[in-house]
């Protein structure tokens, strides 16, 4: 069974940096489009970004485009999620998960994802 564990959520300024981990444990990391969603409180969780299996294609949501930037380890089956300029509105839990997808298709809906870490929680303010 695939793990994903999310760490290195917390408190920053707006304007601010922090960087998200997503630690993949229990299957081939490399099988795995990957992505990153969010959930803010009282809405609908909502996809912020993701990755192909060969990190030849990336996707982002409009409203972290240019903010945002994922990234992945395959030496240590680690997905990042870097976080630059950040605004109240990106307070959220922030959630990992695993596709099963082809080799350079970049996963964006949440129905194609298998694999669920529990999330970390962001939260922008001063």
């Known amino acids: 069974q695939v793990q994903l564990v999310e760490s290195g959520g917390g408190l920053v300024q707006p304007g601010g940096f922090l960087s998200l981990s997503c630690a993949v444990s229990?299957?081939?990391?490399?099988?795995?489009?990957m992505g990153w969603f969010r959930q803010a409180p009282g809405k609908e969780r909502e996809f912020v970004g993701a990755?192909?299996?060969?990190?030849?294609?990336?996707w982002y949501a409009d409203s972290v485009r240019g903010r945002f930037t994922i990234s992945r380890d395959y030496a240590k089956s680690a997905m990042y999620l870097q976080m630059d300029r950040l605004k109240p509105e990106d307070t959220a839990s922030y959630y990992c998960?695993?596709?099963?997808?082809?080799?350079?298709?970049?996963?964006?809906?949440?129905?194609?994802?298998?694999?669920w870490g529990q999330g970390t929680m962001v939260t922008v303010s001063s």
């Open positions: 990755v192909s299996r060969r990190a030849n294609g990336e």
């Open positions: 998960a695993a596709a099963r997808t082809g080799p350079w298709y970049v996963p964006r809906l949440e129905t194609e994802y298998t694999f």
């Open positions: 229990g299957g081939n990391f490399s099988n795995y489009g």
